[in-house]
DNA sequence: CTAGAACTTAAAGTTAACTTTAAGTCAAGG
DNA sequence: CCTTGACTTAAAGTTAACTTTAAGTTCTAG
Protein backbone atom coordinates (compact mmCIF):
# COMPACT_ATOMS: atom_id res chain seq x y z
CA UNK A 1 0.00 0.00 0.00
CA UNK A 2 1.55 3.49 -0.64
CA UNK A 3 -0.14 7.35 -0.27
CA UNK A 4 0.23 10.28 -2.04
CA UNK A 5 0.78 12.86 -0.19
CA UNK A 6 -2.80 13.99 0.35
CA UNK A 7 -3.62 10.86 1.93
CA UNK A 8 -0.56 10.56 3.69
CA UNK A 9 -1.51 14.16 5.08
CA UNK A 10 -4.96 12.79 6.09
CA UNK A 11 -3.87 9.78 7.71
CA UNK A 12 -1.56 11.70 9.90
CA UNK A 13 -3.75 14.36 10.39
CA UNK A 14 -1.64 17.24 9.10
CA UNK A 15 -1.85 19.60 5.62
CA UNK A 16 -0.20 18.19 2.45
CA UNK A 17 1.46 21.24 2.70
CA UNK A 18 3.28 20.82 5.50
CA UNK A 19 4.61 16.85 4.55
CA UNK A 20 5.89 18.89 1.12
CA UNK A 21 7.45 21.82 3.47
CA UNK A 22 8.84 18.71 5.33
CA UNK A 23 10.31 17.32 2.26
CA UNK A 24 12.01 20.35 1.00
CA UNK A 25 13.52 20.97 4.24
CA UNK A 26 15.28 17.63 4.21
CA UNK A 27 13.14 15.90 6.36
CA UNK A 28 11.70 13.00 4.29
CA UNK A 29 14.91 12.49 1.78
CA UNK A 30 13.64 8.50 2.16
CA UNK A 31 10.40 9.18 0.60
CA UNK A 32 10.29 7.72 -3.48
CA UNK A 33 8.53 9.16 -5.97
CA UNK A 34 6.57 8.10 -9.65
CA UNK A 35 8.17 8.27 -12.65
CA UNK A 36 5.94 10.81 -13.08
CA UNK A 37 7.60 12.91 -9.89
CA UNK A 38 4.66 12.32 -7.73
CA UNK A 39 5.57 11.40 -3.83
CA UNK A 40 4.65 7.73 -3.32
CA UNK A 41 4.85 7.11 0.44
CA UNK A 42 5.04 3.54 1.82
CA UNK A 43 3.23 1.97 4.64
CA UNK A 44 6.62 1.62 6.94
CA UNK A 45 7.09 5.60 5.79
CA UNK A 46 4.70 6.15 8.82
CA UNK A 47 7.27 5.39 11.67
CA UNK A 48 9.87 7.93 10.22
CA UNK A 49 7.14 10.30 10.49
CA UNK A 50 5.55 9.06 13.81
CA UNK A 51 9.17 9.64 15.24
CA UNK A 52 9.53 13.63 13.29
CA UNK A 53 6.14 14.31 14.93
CA UNK A 54 7.59 12.81 17.97
CA UNK A 55 10.63 15.33 17.90
CA UNK A 56 8.70 18.11 16.88
CA UNK A 57 6.38 18.02 20.23
CA UNK A 58 9.19 17.76 22.24
CA UNK A 59 10.28 20.96 21.14
CA UNK A 60 12.85 20.52 18.40
CA UNK A 61 13.58 22.62 15.35
CA UNK A 62 13.04 21.20 11.65
CA UNK A 63 16.81 21.84 11.37
CA UNK A 64 17.95 19.63 14.65
CA UNK A 65 15.64 16.67 13.27
CA UNK A 66 17.04 16.86 9.63
CA UNK A 67 20.39 15.91 11.44
CA UNK A 68 18.94 13.15 13.14
CA UNK A 69 17.31 11.82 9.78
CA UNK A 70 20.63 12.66 7.90
CA UNK A 71 23.07 10.55 11.28
CA UNK A 72 19.83 8.05 10.90
CA UNK A 73 20.67 7.59 6.98
CA UNK A 74 23.71 7.08 7.41
CA UNK A 75 23.70 3.81 9.61
CA UNK A 76 25.24 2.35 12.79
CA UNK A 77 28.08 4.59 12.82
CA UNK A 78 26.16 7.61 14.19
CA UNK A 79 24.50 5.35 16.61
CA UNK A 80 26.35 7.38 19.57
CA UNK A 81 25.24 10.52 17.81
CA UNK A 82 21.69 9.64 17.91
CA UNK A 83 21.41 7.86 21.66
CA UNK A 84 23.22 10.90 23.02
CA UNK A 85 20.48 13.13 20.74
CA UNK A 86 17.52 11.95 22.57
CA UNK A 87 19.52 11.87 25.99
CA UNK A 88 19.78 15.44 25.55
CA UNK A 89 15.89 15.45 24.39
CA UNK A 90 15.18 13.22 27.95
CA UNK A 91 16.47 16.59 29.55
CA UNK A 92 15.33 18.99 28.42
CA UNK A 93 11.84 17.34 28.50
CA UNK A 94 12.62 16.47 31.70
CA UNK A 95 12.62 20.38 32.01
CA UNK A 96 9.71 20.72 30.42
CA UNK A 97 7.81 18.76 32.51
CA UNK A 98 8.80 20.78 35.93
CA UNK A 99 7.91 23.78 34.21
CA UNK A 100 4.88 22.75 33.00
CA UNK A 101 4.19 21.41 36.83
CA UNK A 102 4.84 24.25 38.15
CA UNK A 103 2.65 26.70 35.59
CA UNK A 104 -0.46 24.02 36.94
CA UNK A 105 0.06 24.58 40.64
CA UNK A 106 -0.35 28.62 39.46
CA UNK A 107 -3.43 27.97 37.71
CA UNK A 108 -4.81 25.35 40.23
CA UNK A 109 -3.90 28.45 43.24
CA UNK A 110 -5.90 30.99 40.80
CA UNK A 111 -8.86 28.38 40.38
CA UNK A 112 -9.03 28.44 43.93
CA UNK A 113 -8.42 31.82 44.28
CA UNK A 114 -11.30 32.73 41.99
CA UNK A 115 -13.82 30.38 43.52
CA UNK A 116 -12.95 31.65 46.66
CA UNK A 117 -13.74 34.95 45.17
CA UNK A 118 -16.86 33.60 43.48
CA UNK A 119 -18.42 32.52 47.06
CA UNK A 120 -17.47 35.75 49.05
CA UNK A 121 -18.51 38.34 45.86
CA UNK A 122 -15.41 40.10 45.99
CA UNK A 123 -11.42 39.24 45.26
CA UNK A 124 -10.95 40.57 48.42
CA UNK A 125 -11.75 37.44 50.09
CA UNK A 126 -8.68 35.41 48.37
CA UNK A 127 -6.99 38.70 48.43
CA UNK A 128 -6.79 39.70 51.69
CA UNK A 129 -7.00 36.51 53.39
CA UNK A 130 -4.03 35.17 55.84
CA UNK A 131 -1.58 32.24 54.95
CA UNK A 132 -2.46 30.32 57.39
CA UNK A 133 -6.39 30.65 56.37
CA UNK A 134 -5.10 29.58 52.34
CA UNK A 135 -5.09 25.62 52.30
CA UNK A 136 -1.58 24.74 52.42
CA UNK A 137 -1.11 23.08 48.76
CA UNK A 138 -1.24 26.81 47.84
CA UNK A 139 0.72 28.54 50.03
CA UNK A 140 3.75 28.19 48.52
CA UNK A 141 2.84 29.33 45.17
CA UNK A 142 1.26 32.38 46.96
CA UNK A 143 4.41 33.19 48.77
CA UNK A 144 6.31 33.02 45.67
CA UNK A 145 3.80 34.89 43.94
CA UNK A 146 3.76 37.91 46.64
CA UNK A 147 7.42 39.06 46.09
CA UNK A 148 6.13 42.03 47.05
CA UNK A 149 5.81 42.96 50.72
CA UNK A 150 2.65 45.48 50.54
CA UNK A 151 -0.47 43.96 49.37
CA UNK A 152 -0.97 43.69 45.13
CA UNK A 153 -3.50 45.16 42.66
CA UNK A 154 -6.65 43.10 42.26
CA UNK A 155 -5.24 40.35 40.21
CA UNK B 1 10.93 50.90 45.87
CA UNK B 2 10.63 51.70 42.22
CA UNK B 3 12.09 50.14 38.96
CA UNK B 4 12.75 51.00 35.52
CA UNK B 5 11.96 48.97 32.52
CA UNK B 6 15.75 48.12 32.32
CA UNK B 7 16.19 47.06 36.07
CA UNK B 8 12.75 45.59 36.11
CA UNK B 9 14.15 43.51 33.22
CA UNK B 10 16.74 42.20 34.71
CA UNK B 11 15.00 41.24 38.27
CA UNK B 12 13.03 39.07 35.73
CA UNK B 13 15.10 38.01 33.53
CA UNK B 14 13.54 39.01 30.48
CA UNK B 15 14.43 41.58 27.46
CA UNK B 16 13.77 45.19 28.79
CA UNK B 17 12.31 45.34 25.06
CA UNK B 18 9.60 42.52 25.94
CA UNK B 19 8.42 44.80 28.91
CA UNK B 20 8.16 47.86 26.39
CA UNK B 21 6.31 45.50 23.63
CA UNK B 22 4.00 44.23 26.23
CA UNK B 23 2.94 47.49 27.72
CA UNK B 24 2.45 48.26 23.93
CA UNK B 25 0.39 45.41 23.53
CA UNK B 26 -1.83 46.94 26.72
CA UNK B 27 -0.92 44.10 29.29
CA UNK B 28 0.24 46.40 31.29
CA UNK B 29 -1.56 49.43 32.09
CA UNK B 30 -0.98 49.11 35.65
CA UNK B 31 2.31 50.66 35.33
CA UNK B 32 2.49 54.45 36.46
CA UNK B 33 5.10 56.88 34.56
CA UNK B 34 7.30 59.70 36.21
CA UNK B 35 6.24 63.05 34.91
CA UNK B 36 8.87 62.67 31.99
CA UNK B 37 7.38 59.92 31.02
CA UNK B 38 9.44 57.05 32.52
CA UNK B 39 7.83 53.77 33.35
CA UNK B 40 8.10 53.04 36.98
CA UNK B 41 7.21 49.86 38.16
CA UNK B 42 6.10 49.03 41.71
CA UNK B 43 6.85 46.48 43.83
CA UNK B 44 3.89 45.20 44.08
CA UNK B 45 3.80 44.99 40.01
CA UNK B 46 5.91 42.37 40.19
CA UNK B 47 2.78 39.48 40.66
CA UNK B 48 1.12 41.01 37.49
CA UNK B 49 4.66 40.68 35.90
CA UNK B 50 4.77 36.87 37.32
CA UNK B 51 1.17 35.71 36.60
CA UNK B 52 1.47 37.30 33.19
CA UNK B 53 4.68 35.08 32.95
CA UNK B 54 2.83 32.10 33.79
CA UNK B 55 0.33 33.01 31.83
CA UNK B 56 2.83 32.82 28.67
CA UNK B 57 4.18 29.75 29.84
CA UNK B 58 0.71 28.01 30.21
CA UNK B 59 0.34 28.84 25.91
CA UNK B 60 -1.51 32.06 26.24
CA UNK B 61 -1.57 34.58 23.25
CA UNK B 62 -0.84 38.08 24.18
CA UNK B 63 -4.83 39.09 23.30
CA UNK B 64 -5.97 36.18 25.84
CA UNK B 65 -3.78 37.82 28.63
CA UNK B 66 -4.43 41.07 27.68
CA UNK B 67 -7.90 40.05 28.57
CA UNK B 68 -7.69 38.83 30.91
CA UNK B 69 -5.98 41.70 32.51
CA UNK B 70 -8.85 44.29 31.25
CA UNK B 71 -11.00 41.82 32.98
CA UNK B 72 -9.06 41.84 35.87
CA UNK B 73 -8.80 46.22 35.79
CA UNK B 74 -12.71 46.15 35.57
CA UNK B 75 -13.03 44.43 39.01
CA UNK B 76 -15.36 42.07 40.66
CA UNK B 77 -17.82 42.07 37.91
CA UNK B 78 -15.68 40.10 36.32
CA UNK B 79 -14.72 37.26 38.66
CA UNK B 80 -16.89 34.51 37.27
CA UNK B 81 -14.91 35.35 33.90
CA UNK B 82 -11.53 35.17 34.56
CA UNK B 83 -12.64 31.99 37.11
CA UNK B 84 -13.69 30.25 33.70
CA UNK B 85 -10.41 31.73 31.94
CA UNK B 86 -9.00 29.78 34.68
CA UNK B 87 -10.69 26.48 34.41
CA UNK B 88 -10.14 26.50 30.51
CA UNK B 89 -6.35 26.74 30.74
CA UNK B 90 -6.32 23.98 33.34
CA UNK B 91 -8.15 21.96 30.57
CA UNK B 92 -5.37 23.24 28.80
CA UNK B 93 -3.06 22.28 30.71
CA UNK B 94 -4.15 18.54 31.80
CA UNK B 95 -3.89 18.44 27.74
CA UNK B 96 -0.53 19.51 27.20
CA UNK B 97 0.68 16.96 30.55
CA UNK B 98 -0.49 14.02 28.71
CA UNK B 99 0.77 15.40 25.31
CA UNK B 100 4.37 15.56 27.32
CA UNK B 101 4.26 12.01 29.11
CA UNK B 102 3.53 10.45 25.67
CA UNK B 103 6.28 12.64 24.02
CA UNK B 104 8.80 11.49 27.12
CA UNK B 105 7.61 7.79 26.61
CA UNK B 106 8.22 7.82 22.77
CA UNK B 107 11.96 9.29 24.01
CA UNK B 108 12.26 6.85 26.73
CA UNK B 109 12.09 4.39 24.15
CA UNK B 110 14.55 5.56 21.57
CA UNK B 111 17.10 6.29 24.09
CA UNK B 112 16.80 2.02 25.18
CA UNK B 113 16.19 1.41 21.71
CA UNK B 114 20.03 3.37 20.74
CA UNK B 115 21.70 1.90 23.86
CA UNK B 116 20.74 -1.25 22.67
CA UNK B 117 22.10 -0.86 19.24
CA UNK B 118 25.21 0.32 20.79
CA UNK B 119 26.00 -2.48 22.97
CA UNK B 120 25.29 -4.75 19.80
CA UNK B 121 26.98 -2.30 17.43
CA UNK B 122 23.85 -2.42 15.03
CA UNK B 123 20.63 -1.05 15.01
CA UNK B 124 19.54 -4.00 13.91
CA UNK B 125 19.42 -5.20 17.42
CA UNK B 126 16.56 -3.56 18.65
CA UNK B 127 15.00 -3.33 15.02
CA UNK B 128 14.83 -6.70 14.17
CA UNK B 129 14.23 -8.02 18.51
CA UNK B 130 10.77 -10.16 18.79
CA UNK B 131 8.17 -8.15 21.20
CA UNK B 132 8.48 -10.03 23.66
CA UNK B 133 12.46 -9.36 24.19
CA UNK B 134 11.31 -5.82 24.35
CA UNK B 135 10.96 -4.28 28.06
CA UNK B 136 7.56 -4.35 28.61
CA UNK B 137 7.05 -0.80 29.64
CA UNK B 138 8.40 0.13 25.49
CA UNK B 139 5.86 -2.48 24.21
CA UNK B 140 3.63 -0.01 24.00
CA UNK B 141 5.02 2.85 22.17
CA UNK B 142 6.66 0.38 19.76
CA UNK B 143 3.52 -1.03 18.82
CA UNK B 144 2.51 2.36 17.75
CA UNK B 145 5.45 3.35 16.06
CA UNK B 146 5.17 -0.08 14.56
CA UNK B 147 1.80 0.99 12.15
CA UNK B 148 3.12 -0.26 9.28
CA UNK B 149 3.00 -4.21 9.08
CA UNK B 150 6.50 -4.93 7.24
CA UNK B 151 10.00 -3.75 9.07
CA UNK B 152 10.71 0.14 8.70
CA UNK B 153 13.53 1.58 7.61
CA UNK B 154 16.96 2.11 10.33
CA UNK B 155 14.93 4.82 12.31
C1' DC C 1 -8.86 10.69 -25.51
C1' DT C 2 -10.24 13.94 -22.41
C1' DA C 3 -11.88 16.20 -18.16
C1' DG C 4 -10.84 17.23 -13.75
C1' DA C 5 -9.01 16.21 -9.33
C1' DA C 6 -4.76 15.97 -7.18
C1' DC C 7 -0.25 16.36 -7.86
C1' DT C 8 4.38 19.30 -8.88
C1' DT C 9 7.63 23.52 -7.87
C1' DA C 10 9.14 28.17 -6.76
C1' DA C 11 8.11 32.08 -4.70
C1' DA C 12 5.55 35.04 -2.03
C1' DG C 13 2.57 35.71 2.06
C1' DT C 14 1.27 34.94 7.03
C1' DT C 15 1.60 34.96 12.04
C1' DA C 16 3.20 35.67 16.67
C1' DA C 17 6.28 37.44 19.54
C1' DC C 18 9.66 39.67 19.87
C1' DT C 19 14.12 42.69 18.60
C1' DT C 20 16.46 46.36 16.49
C1' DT C 21 17.01 50.91 14.81
C1' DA C 22 16.69 55.80 14.67
C1' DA C 23 15.85 59.99 16.45
C1' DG C 24 15.09 62.19 20.24
C1' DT C 25 14.28 63.05 25.78
C1' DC C 26 15.24 62.47 30.75
C1' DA C 27 17.92 62.33 34.96
C1' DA C 28 21.94 61.88 37.97
C1' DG C 29 26.87 62.83 38.89
C1' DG C 30 30.74 66.01 38.48
C1' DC D 1 25.65 73.45 32.94
C1' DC D 2 27.09 69.46 30.70
C1' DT D 3 27.91 64.80 29.82
C1' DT D 4 26.40 60.24 29.65
C1' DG D 5 23.76 56.30 30.14
C1' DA D 6 19.19 54.87 30.24
C1' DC D 7 14.99 56.11 28.96
C1' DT D 8 11.08 57.33 25.16
C1' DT D 9 8.34 56.19 20.63
C1' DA D 10 7.38 54.61 15.97
C1' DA D 11 8.58 51.86 12.58
C1' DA D 12 11.04 48.46 10.44
C1' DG D 13 13.37 43.92 10.79
C1' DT D 14 13.67 38.99 12.40
C1' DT D 15 12.55 34.12 12.92
C1' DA D 16 10.30 29.72 12.57
C1' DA D 17 7.06 27.10 10.67
C1' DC D 18 4.01 26.95 7.94
C1' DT D 19 0.37 28.37 4.12
C1' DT D 20 -1.02 30.23 -0.14
C1' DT D 21 -0.61 31.25 -4.88
C1' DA D 22 0.38 30.59 -9.63
C1' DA D 23 1.57 28.11 -13.39
C1' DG D 24 2.09 23.90 -14.96
C1' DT D 25 2.01 18.33 -14.86
C1' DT D 26 0.22 13.69 -13.74
C1' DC D 27 -3.10 10.28 -12.95
C1' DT D 28 -7.64 8.10 -13.23
C1' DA D 29 -12.34 7.41 -14.53
C1' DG D 30 -15.51 7.60 -18.11
Redesign the interface.
Known amino acids: MVYTVGEMAKLLGVAASTLRYYDKEGLLP ?1 VERSSGGIRMF ?7 L ?2 IG ?1 MK ?2 GMSIKDIRQYIEM ?2 Q ?2 DT ?2 L ?2 AM ?2 R ?2 EV ?1 KQ ?2 E ?2 Q ?3 E ?3 Y ?2 WY ?2 T ?2 EA ?3 DAPQKMELAEVPERFRKIRQ ?12
Not at 144 to 155: F, K, M, S, V
Open positions: FRESDIEWQVCKAALGDIDRLFRQQLQMELHTMMVDKCYEAKGTVELRTAPGTAATI
